[in-house]
């Protein structure tokens, strides 16, 4: 039996740690899709949003693209066109200059409900020669949905792009009802497994601390879907062998840390306790047992207290909550100040933040773009060095940080 972990009365409120994934009335996707045949037409011409204090200096904030409905995840091509996928379940590719393709032909049927759909999107290392590229979603099942990862080919020899020959790598066995908390960000180790981080489903948060469930976990896969023969439960007796960490409870981040090659990753706390972990092979992070969150609405304690000695404590967390989605380390030179900091994109925040480290430790946070009525999916570096966001609504757009000229 699935465990139902929120008191009655609390379930079905819509309120989930800032990633509403907002119900939006069918009269407003119609209007979506105008716009997006319309943004086909006429791509928009990059255009400034505003122009801000940081401590890098005044920055630009540069409209390169909009039309996009709920975009979650950007991805740059090596010839720095992106791939940006939009959670009802399309894919396109975007010019520098900002026009849209169509959606790629050969994405699979998602489960668009809730938070739910197409969500991040990953070249493998070997794009270069293969053209692989690795995709999360919500695939709809008989009793509900799950995260899933499929592989896929770029066929750039269609009459326009599209995607051949895709193959599930990984799907979870728990496949419940409900549209919320998918995790699903897509990270490669720099020994070419793939991190993929896994939501708790929001009502079956027990789950995340028990390893024959796939749920609130972070697993370690090859591209190919077989499991890492180090991978550290391989061979525990009633676990799942692809789990690589635990009692997770639903990351939307995950970065590799440029010098250490560490998997960095954020996740969602409920009603406070928003965290940035640091990645420990077979470690257990805590929730719903051991969290700096409280029950939404009637603010009761969760489980146990904050911390415990043999669960992983956060690098950082945030309460009040700040719904973090997102994350990416600068290490390029148009921002010499920011280099090595992280940046953190804020849902319900409706900001970009900037973590400053001494080694693994916090000695700065940044807020950037308050002000801009925005919540911030997702944060890319660009290959020209600059900083590219995603925003989160039914007229979501790509904008570029720059240093104000
Ligand atoms: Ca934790």
Redesign the pocket.
């Known amino acids: 039996m699935p465990s139902r972990g929120l008191p009655q009365g609390v379930r079905g409120l819509r309120s989930f740690g800032g990633d509403r994934g907002g119900p939006v009335a069918r009269a407003a996707r119609a209007a979506a899709a105008v716009a997006i045949g319309i943004a086909l037409l006429a791509p928009a011409q990059a255009k400034r949003v505003a122009r801000l204090a940081s401590s890098a200096g005044p920055i630009d904030v540069v409209e390169v693209a909009r039309g996009l409905e709920h975009p979650w995840s950007l991805a740059f091509l090596p010839d720095a066109r992106m791939l940006v996928t939009e959670r009802p379940g399309r894919l396109r590719i975007v010019t520098p200059a900002g026009a849209l393709s169509a959606p790629l032909e050969g994405v699979p049927k998602v489960h668009a409900n809730g938070q739910g759909g197409l969500l991040d999107v990953a070249l493998s290392p070997t794009f270069a020669d293969d053209g692989v590229l690795l995709f999360s979603y919500a695939q709809p099942t008989a009793s509900g949905a799950r995260t899933a990862v499929a592989r896929a080919r770029i066929d750039w020899r269609a009459q326009s792009p599209a995607l051949s020959g895709w193959t599930v790598i990984f799907a979870q066995r728990q496949a419940p009802s409900g549209g919320h908390h998918w995790g699903s960000r897509l990270q490669f180790a720099r020994d070419g497994s793939l991190f993929v981080t896994l939501g708790d489903r929001y009502s079956y948060r027990d789950q995340a601390q028990d390893l024959s469930s796939h749920l609130g976990k972070i697993v370690r896969i090859f591209p190919d879907g077989r499991v890492p023969p180090d991978n550290p439960f391989v061979g525990t007796p009633g676990a799942l062998a692809e789990i690589w960490s635990y009692?997770?409870?639903n990351v939307q981040g995950a970065a590799l840390h440029p010098a250490s090659g560490r998997l960095w990753t954020h996740?969602h706390g409920p009603q406070g306790?928003d965290?940035v972990?640091i990645g420990v092979a077979g470690a257990n992070?805590?929730?719903p047992v051991?969290?700096f969150g409280r029950e939404y609405v009637i603010g009761t304690r969760i489980g146990e207290g904050s911390s415990r000695a043999d669960?992983?404590?956060?690098l950082h967390q945030w309460t009040p909550s700040i719904a973090p989605s997102g994350m990416a380390f600068y290490d390029a030179e148009r921002f010499a100040a920011w280099r090595g900091s992280l940046f953190v994109g804020a849902l319900r925040g409706q900001m970009l933040v900037r973590l400053e480290f001494d080694g693994e430790r916090l000695v700065r946070e940044e807020r950037l773009l308050e002000g801009l009525r925005e919540r911030i999916r997702d944060v890319r570096q660009g290959p020209d060095g600059l900083l590219y966001l995603l925003t989160d609504s039914d007229e979501g757009r790509i904008l570029r940080i720059e240093p104000a000229r």
């Open positions: 009692g997770h409870r996740e306790g965290e972990n992070y805590g929730w051991i969290t669960v992983q404590a956060p």
